[in-house]
């Protein structure tokens, strides 16, 4: 038995940020009520939609490698989009599917042209820079977290892609994601499995997780 | 691999990029700007249909709900500008009741149930300008429209009662 289970020090160090970390079940449930309201002609239906799904958006945006600038681009698009084509969505209680579907497939087109247009660009650059932290709570995480973090950034770079988009969606489409991934449909199931094994292999070596 | 497990890895794949790669700073409220100014720019806010007729012993907001439990069809009409519709709902026993509506003139677009605390539905009004929904539960609702044409905001019944 090794010490630490991971949503211990998830549950440690989640204290005080962001709902994105929320289970994406309860995350589309509340996009899908603030939807509703905003159709019921209730404006702050939509600030609370947008509240709820920007950062599960920005994730997903990021996964593709693209550069702050340009992720913030694709997730104001995919607003936008949204305004545009609220007729095009038929049941409400798949908003968050279609938010990060579009939101998938702009990342996708930019990070194409991007790649054209500067094909030395380290699209994984962004993620390796050390983000600014509060003394206090850099201090308290480092060490659960650095281990943690060291496990998913080993990972191979479609793992990572692949894990990512997963974590932060509920129930993910794997029609599209086989084609931002350039992976046959089928394979993603299987890769995916083969990903969340190499990352409990590295837990369970780095001391993180029950074997 | 248990579910257990993987739902515990997938959360670890969270944690990390959450803290790692948060969003930026103003990211939530520079969004909810963009988006309600596109609302506002490309003039879409709701518009309101008017009543302007109920036949057979139409129930509206406000009146006595006993003389829907007679079971009797009736028939609302709504209009705004050009758009005329009609509104026929039967009330329903077990299975609940069925609106059917014809909207003229009839163009491409989505229409939404909207009743409180129940999730919306919605379908495409057909060529012919004509849609239905069945077994939807008594009570308060509104159909809101959605022209696929953004030249033309949604706009919206006032709450009836079926």
């Known amino acids: ?211 | 691999m248990s579910e257990m497990s993987r739902e515990r890895l997938l959360e670890v794949v969270r944690h990390v990029y959450d803290a790692r790669d948060p969003m930026p700073e103003g990211l939530v409220e520079r969004m909810q700007d963009a988006a309600a100014a596109e609302v506002s720019g490309l003039g879409l806010d709701l518009e309101l249909m008017l009543l302007v007729e109920q036949l057979e012993g139409a129930s509206v907001r406000g009146e006595s709900a006993t003389r829907r439990a007679a079971g009797t069809a009736y028939t609302l009409r709504f209009t705004l500008g050009e758009v005329d519709l009609l509104v026929r709902v039967a009330p329903g026993e077990g299975d609940g009741s069925r609106v059917d509506g014809w909207i003229a003139p009839a163009e491409e677009m989505t229409v939404r149930v909207l009743a409180a605390d129940q999730p919306s539905r919605a379908t495409a009004v057909a060529e012919t300008g004509r849609f239905e929904f069945a077994g939807l539960p008594q009570g308060l609702l509104r159909l809101r429209f959605e022209p696929q044409d953004l030249s033309r905001p949604p706009f919206a019944t006032p709450t009836f009662e079926i």
Not at chain 1, 57 to 64: E, K, M, P
Not at chain 1, 177 to 182: I, Q, T
């Open chain 1, 1 to 211: 038995m090794a010490t630490a289970d991971p949503s211990a020090d998830v549950d440690a160090s989640a204290q005080g940020t962001r709902e994105v970390a929320d289970a994406p079940g309860s995350v589309w449930e509340r996009a899908t009520a603030a939807f509703d309201r905003w159709l019921a002609d209730d404006e702050e239906g939509l600030s609370e939609l947008v509240g709820v799904m920007t950062p599960v958006l920005w994730q997903v945006v990021r996964a593709y490698g693209l550069s702050h600038e340009l992720a913030e681009d694709v997730v104001q698009s995919t607003w936008l989009a949204l305004v545009r084509r609220q007729s095009s969505i038929i049941d409400s209680a798949a908003i968050g599917g279609w938010l990060t579907i579009t939101a998938r497939r702009e990342a996708w087109r930019t990070a194409q042209v991007q790649h054209r247009a500067d094909p030395t660009q380290d699209e994984d650059l962004a993620v390796h820079l050390p983000q600014q932290r509060s003394a206090e709570s850099a201090a308290v995480e480092r060490d659960g977290q650095d281990r943690l973090w060291a496990a998913v950034n080993a990972l191979p770079e479609r793992c990572r892609r692949l894990l990512r988009v997963v974590a932060f969606e509920h129930r993910p489409d794997y029609a599209t994601l086989a084609v931002d991934l350039g992976m046959p449909v089928g394979s993603i199931g299987p890769t995916r499995g083969r990903c969340l094994a190499k990352l409990r292999v590295a837990l369970i070596e780095a001391g993180d997780v029950d074997e």
